[in-house]
């Protein structure tokens, strides 16, 4: 059944395993168009494979993925890479490709996908690098920057072709406290500047508290929860209390 | 009394011991069976796609570069050692039997036929193999090959297609010029020794040699670029982990690549035989 139409990213049902470990057991979760729903859990909990299963990095045992009305676990390879075109992903280490200066890694996603010429793509390019405020390293190689500008620029290749639904996989992991902030609000502006649907796996309370519309509490392959950020900070359930705690 | 329950326990023992030799023995017959599976059905996809869009012509010409431009030095050090040696070494036995003459024809012969091509792609199996399986393996393990995929820029065809033509252009290209170097180094040798006219040394080469052998023997090097190129492939796109199996992958890719070169060698001169008696 596909989701109504106000519904940018539903999953029904999902199921993933890995040999006999079972890591997604039965994830449902829909998304609304233009919010943010956050994904948190521990670690192991399954963050990572939910988000790659819904992009289908992974391919899911069971159940459907639908992306903007389009149910896209049932996609052959050219027809899933037409759905991709309108997906942004920012990785967990910006995943920049290191053989590209940062002005190649996103001049590299318009010639292949636009038929504009470097002229017409120079601007496009800096225009993105000016949105997460990196402009000056643009001739740069991913080895010269630190983790939060190597997560900006991942995040600005991500935008690059002006997607409506974004994910990113533990986007603040490992950076100082300012470049949480940094990352976290670019997140948020993506909201609410471009109505982009996104969804965010991530374990940091501050990113959460400035990005969430709406959280999911990933624990042993299930959600245990779901609400806003505030009900599930209060949820009855051990497993989240432990992990707040733990969090602070 | 006692006795008895100690022997049976003993004998229990081998007995577990040997069960688990034979599983041992057993999952490592099974790995290598799935390894074998893996990589024909990653050649397979390989022959599926590569003629279908897209056309990566850019990073086609760009790996033609790595693999050439920054292999032929090597190569042609190799090649210019075994023309040297080879004639050095051959030269002592075939003064005895009065046969001197035919130096440059046997050196021909052993370069262009088998040395040239084995040990040039033996070579670049070491150099470009390991660079490739290395350079995939990275970009697996950084989730680059993540990042292609979910951009929609297929990476099989961007990081596997590209790799293996360039390997099967460039690898008759280099069995050539380092043919020639090898030849260049025989002829050195036989100016030194015996102050060889380079028209005599030269004609007499190439006079036992025939076009089609020269082709046949180089282009089987093509097949040789192939092997090389989806080994590595195959070990790089598929590492899981970290750095250490990076390392595993790219040593995995020469050890691999360069058994089978030689077998392929055997079967290829065996099918030449027999087609075309070319031996």
Redesign the interface.
Known sequence: MPPPDNIAISVHDLHKSFGTVHVLKGITMDVEEGTNAVVMGGSGSGKSVLI?SI?Q?LKPDRGEVWINGVRVDTLEDDE???V??S?G?V???G????SMSVYDNLD??LY??TSMRAKEREPVVMEALEWVRLPEHAHKYPAELSGGQKKRVGLA?AIILQPAVMFYDEPTTGLDPVSVRTVSELIARLRDDRDISSVVITHDLLCAEIVADDVFFLDGGRFVASGTLDEVRKSPIPEVGNFYRQSR | MSAAPTSNTAALERLQRRRSAKRRENSVLLHGFEQAGELCLFAWNFLRRWYRR?FEARELLRQMDEVGSKSYVLTAVTGFAIGIVLAMQSRGTLVRFGAEAVLPSMLSLSVFKEIGPVITSLVLAGRVGAGIGAEIGSMRV???I?????????PFHYLVVTRVLACMIMFPVLTIWTDMIAMSGGYLESVIASNTDYRVFFDSAFQSLRFSDLIVDTMKTSVFGFIVGIVSCHKGYNVKGGTREVGQAAMQAVVTSSLLIFLADVLMVRLSLMLFGLY
């Open positions: 790659k992009v990095l899933l890479d037409r991709r075109l997906i992903y990785f967990q280490g995943a920049l490709f290191d590299f996603i292949r996908h290749r | 897209p950084t989730e680059q993540d990042a292609l995929e979910v951009a929609a820029l297929k």
